[in-house]
């Protein structure tokens, strides 16, 4: 018997399940309408207070602007002479009794939309290339006084800000950066800006400029990049300007300098402006915003290399006080912020796991695949036990979480991998991931994620324990061919040989040498990028043994390569099969003794399937200069673990 809550999620995630493939299609993509004001983001409306409430000179639309252009004579609460308007009028008439009608449909809740204004709202588009600037920014703003319209597609609405939209591109090139921004904002506030063309035309504009830029328009113009979450052609100039003018900026300014860097994913390359990055944040810590702190977080993140690792160690200690002041989310990304170097506060994620411990009902299910995330990857064993016992209730708790897992299914998927990493599963639960509907609902086109490559090996090795649904062999083989890396060869690589390649390289050679028999390099367990070196030894007769070529599969097919693959009618308990493994510098957590959760996953799986990891630290093979010291230190390695 399945467990109840088992059964309610599978009926939750199959209700369609009796239904053709299209209606079960339709019943997952049923969302309902967006309104009119699409977009809307609570952290671009941050970033936009920011400029907003600055006494630097923005160009912001002030709402005592819009006041001024609401303004009128008129009485609003008496139908527009619009419903009677002259086709002789001149733009200013025009435009007055335009006013006149957004009053109106603002006092008494009317919509734009109505039959009855169509004729006006058709030759006051006609006439709007006759306005000045100014008239054309003050229709903008009246937009903004009209009652949200049903959509942004509803009659004369439409026509409105669409004829603006190509009104304003017209504009562009001989209207100054101060009025390009300006107007730029007002399609922001409109809630149009990323569904019109001008503010992306006018930012390609403002691209030319941005080395010579102001401190408040680099600002600016970094705002719209987020908004748009589109890189201008050089957005290398926005890190030149800003690393010569970073001290004129509050540390809010620079959150939103950060914001678009990331959501253009545009990593900064300076070291010297990283650098006083982490010294501003660090000096500022105790009073930073969560918003600012978590925009500073993710650029320092994706934009960390080897030679920042001290800074982001000094980081990470520093941040540890802060846990209990700043939100749940803010915590996940300062856990989260180790994860690119491989370098880990074990003090810091503890506090923040604790943390979340106390309110894990109020975690969204991404919050919940990042912090398993960063309990999987940094694979560690704390004094209060806190990792175990949330690994533990993950299961439980994404069995609530249905609604959430169709609207995120890789979240879902990406939980399972990454609990199977500490030993954590639920056959039921990788049952529904594996399952081909959910699997479609997924990935809709296209080879299903990485992730799924790890729990199907991961279920396959779970043996008669799992009975659940399968990838089939030819998702495996597409998944070989596409997943793992091509197997280095010095003669005709397909690519060039990296540090990690050479290594493998010359530990095959030297293994070949000193065993003096052919060695292989073979992807043994697919999922994983990169191949290791196979050895296969008689323990009995004391002599290396060939691979039986005809029982193994051919390279990049996906199978999991067992003992009988590669040796065949060989196979007996006195021959091993050594793997012999490197540990590259994104293996190892930084300055601790042990392994990511993916490589000891990787060693443990290897022995499942019977054979003798043998692992080599890529430092401590670059440190044997000579091939004496290469030799003596494989014997010694292969004698540690093999008794050869």
């Not at 400029?51 to 819009?66: A, E, H």
């Not at 199907?456 to 779970?462: E, G």
């Amino acid at each position: 018997m399945l467990p109840s809550k088992t059964i309610c999620i599978m009926q939750s995630l199959f209700v369609a399940k009796r239904l053709p493939r299209l209606l079960l299609h339709r019943y997952i993509r049923n969302m309902p309408a967006l309104p009119a004001k699409v977009f809307v983001d609570f952290e671009n409306q941050y970033a936009h207070n920011v400029l907003s409430d600055s006494l630097k000179p923005y160009q912001i639309v002030r709402p005592s602007d819009c006041l001024k252009v609401a303004s009128t004579d008129t009485h609003s609460d008496t139908p527009p002479r619009v419903l009677h308007f002259s086709k002789n009028e001149q733009p200013a008439e025009l435009y007055a009794d335009f006013q006149s009608l957004v009053q109106y449909c603002a006092h008494t809740c009317v919509q734009i939309s109505e039959d009855r204004f169509r004729q006006f709202i058709a030759y006051y588009c006609e006439e709007l290339h006759k306005f000045s600037d100014e008239q054309l920014l003050g229709t903008l703003l009246c937009l903004q006084q009209l009652p949200t319209p049903a959509s942004t597609k509803v009659a004369n609405y439409m026509e409105l800000w669409n004829i603006l939209d190509i009104e304003c591109c017209r504009r562009i090139e001989r209207w100054s950066t101060a009025q390009l921004l300006l107007v730029s904002d007002a399609w922001y506030q409109l809630g149009l800006a990323r569904i019109g063309e001008f503010v992306w035309l006018a930012l390609r504009r403002l691209g030319r400029k941005v080395r010579k830029m102001p401190p408040e328009q680099l600002v600016q113009s970094m705002f719209l990049c987020n908004l748009l979450r589109r890189p201008v052609f050089e957005m290398f100039d926005f890190e030149a300007n800003l690393e010569q003018c970073v001290q004129q900026m509050t540390l809010k300014e620079l959150g939103v300098m950060a914001m678009g860097f990331f959501k253009t994913q545009t990593p900064i390359r300076s070291p010297q402006l990283l650098q006083k990055l982490y010294t501003r944040l660090i000096a500022q810590l105790d009073s930073v915003e969560d918003i600012t702190l978590v925009s500073m977080l993710k650029v320092l993140r994706y934009s960390s290399k080897l030679p920042q690792v001290a800074a982001l160690n000094q980081l990470l200690v520093a941040l540890q006080p802060q846990v209990e002041r700043v939100s749940l989310l803010t915590c996940l990304h300062m856990a989260l912020l180790g994860c690119e170097l491989q370098t880990c506060n074990d003090e810091l994620v503890e506090c923040i796991l604790l943390r979340f411990e106390r309110e894990l009902d109020a975690a969204r299910l991404k919050d919940l695949e990042r912090i398993c995330l960063v309990i999987a990857l940094f694979n560690m064993n704390t004094a209060s036990g806190v990792e175990r016992r949330l690994v533990y209730r993950f299961p439980e708790l994404l069995r609530g979480r249905i609604d959430e897992i169709l609207r995120y299914p890789r979240c879902y998927t990406n939980c399972l991998q990454f609990l199977s990493m500490r030993g954590v599963y639920d056959v039921e639960q990788l049952g529904v991931a594996l399952e081909p509907r959910f699997l479609r609902h997924t990935y809709r086109s296209g080879l299903p994620g990485r992730e799924y490559f790890h729990l199907d090996s991961f279920v396959q090795l779970l043996g008669s324990e799992y009975e659940g649904p399968r990838l089939t062999e030819r998702q495996r083989q597409q998944m070989g061919k596409l997943y793992t890396q091509y197997i280095p060869d010095r003669t005709h690589s397909r690519s060039k040989l990296n540090s990690t390649d050479r290594v493998l390289l010359e530990i095959r050679d030297a293994v070949g040498s000193l065993l003096r028999t052919t060695v292989s390099l073979k992807h043994v367990l697919p999922h994983y990028d990169r191949c290791d070196v196979i050895v296969g030894y008689d323990r009995q007769q004391q002599r290396p043994v060939s691979l039986n070529a005809s029982t193994c599969p051919e390279d990049y097919s996906g199978t999991l390569l067992s003992r009988q693959h590669l040796l065949g009618s060989k196979e007996a308990p006195h021959i091993d099969t050594l793997i012999i493994t490197v540990a590259g510098w994104n293996n190892v957590i930084r300055e601790k003794e042990r392994y990511t959760g993916q490589f000891a996953m990787k060693l443990k799986q290897l022995q499942q399937l019977g054979h003798k990891p043998i692992v080599i630290h890529w430092h401590e093979w670059r440190e044997l200069e000579t091939s004496a010291d290469r030799q003596n230190f494989l014997k010694r390695r292969l004698r540690q673990v093999a008794k050869i």
